[in-house]
């Protein structure tokens, strides 16, 4: 596609919910990187896929968030149990070549 | 561990006035260094970058330039516009030429007045 996508652009989930937050990367991108946003904050790193491969998920916060790309394209960040704590922008980026990241508009969860 | 140094704002400005934003990094390697851009109601966008010392990066009359020495990526532009008004985030990344991941500074916001 022409840039990442993601969806849904907004989520209010209720404390406990799972929830589920896609990303389409850009075509041919094998590297694909997932980030945590708080409000007034910069992008915190949260995992990295290199094609289907995860290769570092160190910025996890938890055991709650999960994500996964099954098939080295789309890719799907999962937060079990939400807390208030995980309202935040989560953004998703893919590369082709090295460090040139290009990032999605975002998905805004807000959990009450 | 790696880590980045951004000036602090929020910065005002009035139109044509000259722009510094400050960004310093820790790094263990040899990072390249970006700039993303942030416009209200807007994703990041990649403004800038430079991939090794003493490069420069420029676009859209902004520039940064390497500084290896002083493991500084500064930001500058001579004459700045309402458009410009944004929130600027200095990120350096891909640690030792390989695909890692960015870390970014807390970000400055940028107002421009007419």
């Known amino acids: 596609g022409a840039g990442v996508s993601q969806s849904p652009r907004y989520k209010v989930a209720k404390r406990g919910q799972d929830v589920a937050l896609r990303c389409d990367p850009i075509s041919g991108h094998v590297s694909l990187f997932w980030y945590q946003q708080a409000l007034g904050q910069g992008p915190e790193f949260l995992t990295y896929f290199q094609n289907e491969a995860q290769l570092d998920k160190s910025g996890l916060p938890s055991d709650r968030f999960f994500a996964e790309r099954p098939e080295g394209s789309v890719s799907t960040l999962k937060i079990q149990r939400t807390q208030q704590e995980d309202s935040a922008v989560y953004l998703c980026a893919s590369s082709r070549d090295q460090g040139t990241q290009y990032f999605g508009p975002g998905t805004r969860l807000l959990v009450l | 561990g790696n880590s980045v140094t951004q000036m602090e704002g929020p910065v005002t400005l009035s139109e044509e006035a000259f722009l510094t934003i400050n960004c310093t990094y820790t790094a263990t390697g040899y990072p390249s260094l970006f700039w993303y851009v942030q416009y209200p109601g807007e994703g990041l966008q990649l403004l800038l970058k430079?991939?090794?010392?003493?490069d420069k990066g420029s676009n859209k009359g902004f520039e940064a330039t390497y500084r290896k020495e002083t493991t500084s990526f500064h930001l500058e532009k001579g004459s700045v516009q309402v458009s410009d008004s944004a929130v600027y985030f200095c990120?350096?990344?891909?640690?030792?030429?390989?695909?890692?991941?960015?870390?970014f500074g807390k970000g400055t916001k940028l107002s421009v007045k007419p």
């Open positions: 430079a991939t090794k010392a003493d």
């Open positions: 990120a350096p990344g891909g640690y030792g030429g390989s695909q890692g991941n960015l870390i």
